[in-house]
């Protein structure tokens, strides 16, 4: 599958690495398949990892560099 909208160079000027857009991308589609509602009035995707890279894409959703997940 090749990703076509939104353009991979038009996502990594938002993200800053293939691996962090990887991720992110993952766990907002997540979200948006729990129930979460979308960031975005209308997506031209109807799936929810194109429509978590238009959210990407548009800068409705961004890494949080605060976030940090504590192991024990």
Do not use: C, F, W
Request: net charge positive; proline share 4%.
């Amino acid at each position: 599958m090749k990703i076509t909208y939104p353009s991979i160079d038009k996502l990594l000027d938002k993200v800053n690495s293939r691996y962090s857009l990887s991720v992110l991308a993952a766990k907002r589609s997540h979200e948006l398949q729990s129930g979460e509602p979308g960031a975005l009035l209308s997506y031209k995707s109807s799936k929810a990892l194109g429509q978590a890279l238009e959210e990407i894409a548009a800068g409705k959703v961004t890494i949080d560099p605060e976030h940090q997940t504590k192991i024990d």
